[in-house]
């Protein structure tokens, strides 16, 4: 019987330790409570860290595209420079823009040293620059798209583990109760057949049988004691929850199983049109198309308009006597930049392809999921019907060896091959309704079906 438990808790440790790599570290909340299956989910979105990283990428996306927007407002920047020159065509422009020319004196070959203080205004606006900042703009626009998509796609993922970890966690359960259950029925047979042997009516080798049994039995009670705190642990986990704290579940396996799946098209459809990592894998390819754009932007000319306000004087005091403006337009264009301009669109051009790549396997993913889910919730519902009569079954052929046994009819190995029997399709059973309702959330998750 040991060995027969040991299927249904191979199954349930792979499902736990899959949740527990993609799960984030615990944080610390003041209650926990007691939690239905949606309770938990809530909780878990409200406090699960993986939650908090994702908002805080939509935040910086939307910092980036502030970034993006600032080139389209004008820049204005105010300054304070110092000269000191002997030179006589410097020291000669910077008494002139003193507004303290004196022809009739001095000497302009040799003007001795002359300080000059200028404190200014200066204002810039980008009139053209080959559209690299509209596409930058758009790019950003598209990142803060691709952010909240990626979270919805992260509270999917989270949703999925939470209910996985919740029934592998009540499933835990029953199989706990089942072996204690088997620990209990087996020790009364084997008091009563030490009782037959003690008065000469049984064989010690059935004793011995039975006390092997037994020692399964408890071997699976122990482990199955073990999956619930395991369990328990990772859906701390994922709630948020430190070690030390403490909830309880309101929920058993008895609620209803899924419906039977939609045909494959339907669901491929569906996941085609609303599943968040393939919208977000969609976006990322958008966006490099944009950055190739601005990249090949650099080719073109650039134009910037400026206006400068300020005053010079040999010292710090301001005077409206000697303040002048600047203003103009100055247009550029890279000649020759070391080729920096072609590398960048290489680069851009080859990340557009890595982006179209990544698209192209996540919808290969997207189908791989959606059809590994509805073929896994459809065989767990029809284990479920086979296994569900099995239990009924097996327990009949208990009940009637139980009777045979008590009037000596049958020895105690076909009353342990009964019981293991019994067992057996007990295991299946939980193990085929946990699927049913695992398979269903992983087929809401392929589908992109959550909010």
Do not use: C
């Not at 002359?114 to 758009?138: C, E, H, I, K, W």
């Not at 000469?200 to 004691?225: F, M, P, R, Y």
């Not at 609620?255 to 599943?275: G, Y």
């Not at 409206?320 to 960048?344: H, I, L, P, Y």
């Amino acid at each position: 019987m040991g060995a027969l438990m040991r299927l249904l808790f191979k199954h349930l440790a792979v499902v736990l330790v899959t949740v527990a790599v993609v799960s984030g570290k615990a944080g610390a909340v003041t209650n926990a409570g007691v939690f239905t299956l949606q309770q938990a989910i809530d909780f878990a979105l409200e406090n699960n860290p993986e939650i908090s990283i994702m908002q805080a990428r939509i935040d910086q996306a939307d910092a980036q595209l502030g970034q993006a927007l600032a080139s389209f407002y004008p820049q204005v920047k105010a300054g304070l420079s110092y000269q000191h020159s002997d030179n006589p065509a410097q020291a000669f422009s910077m008494i002139i823009a003193q507004r303290r020319l004196n022809l009739n004196g001095g000497d302009f070959n040799h003007p001795g040293g002359v300080d000059n203080y200028r404190p200014q205004v200066t204002a810039t606006y980008s009139l053209f620059r080959g559209g690299q900042d509209y596409y930058l703009s758009q790019a950003a626009e598209l990142g803060v798209e691709t952010s909240e998509l990626e979270k919805t796609a992260t509270r999917h993922h989270l949703i999925n583990n939470v209910t996985a970890a919740f029934y592998g966690y009540l499933a835990a359960q029953d199989a706990h109760e089942l072996s204690l259950r088997s620990v209990e029925a087996v020790q009364s047979e084997l008091d009563q057949s030490r009782v037959r042997y003690d008065a000469g009516t049984l064989l010690k080798s059935d004793v011995l049988s039975l006390e092997v049994q037994l020692a399964e039995a408890k071997d699976a009670q122990i482990q199955a004691a073990n999956a619930i705190e395991i369990a328990m642990a990772m859906l701390k986990t994922l709630l948020g929850l430190s070690s030390e704290q403490a909830f309880t579940i309101s929920e058993n396996l008895s609620q209803p199983l899924p419906a039977a799946p939609a045909e494959f098209d339907a669901l491929l459809s569906q996941a085609l049109s609303q599943h968040p990592g393939l919208k977000a894998a969609e976006k990322r390819v958008a966006i490099a198309e944009q950055q190739l754009n601005a990249a090949q932007a650099g080719h073109l000319p650039r134009a910037d308009a400026f206006v400068s306000y300020g005053s010079d004087s040999k010292d710090l005091a301001f005077s409206s006597n000697r303040d002048n403006v600047t203003a103009g337009v100055t247009v550029e264009v890279d000649v020759f930049s070391g080729f920096a301009t072609q590398e960048k669109v290489k680069k851009a051009e080859h990340e557009l392809t890595a982006a179209r790549e990544a698209a192209r396997q996540m919808r290969l993913r997207v189908e791989n999921q959606v059809k590994t889910a509805q073929l896994r919730l459809r065989e767990a519902l029809n284990r479920e019907q086979v296994t569900s009569v099995s239990v009924t079954a097996a327990e009949e052929a208990l009940r009637l060896v139980k009777e045979q046994r008590n009037a000596g009819v049958v020895t105690v190995t076909r009353y342990i091959e009964a019981e293991v029997a019994r067992d057996r399709a007990k295991t299946r059973d939980i193990s085929a309704r946990y699927d049913a309702l695992r398979a269903e959330a992983e087929l809401n998750q392929a589908t992109g079906f959550w909010n």
